[in-house]
């Protein structure tokens, strides 16, 4: 997985099972659905924590947003 620095600290904070909820709550934009993605990438975007993946259905890339406190 590529995580920039910042992403990693913020993402080895995260509890496991709000992990678990937050890749479980991905939007594809190809299936038009909610899914699960495999996180391959993480960044910070404007104050938000970017988690970036692939769609478990059809394997589009999907991007969680998360905000940060």
């Known amino acids: 997985m590529a995580f920039t620095p910042e992403a990693q600290a913020i993402w080895d904070k995260v ?15 190809r299936c038009l659905a909610t899914r699960h993605f495999d996180l391959t990438e993480a960044e910070l975007r404007n ?9 478990g259905t059809c394997g589009a890339r999907v991007v969680r947003l998360v905000q940060l406190n």
Do not use: M, V
């Open 15 to 29: 509890p496991e099972e709000t992990r678990a909820k937050l890749l479980d709550s991905g939007f594809c934009t």
């Open 47 to 55: 104050k938000e924590l970017a988690l970036i993946g692939k769609c």
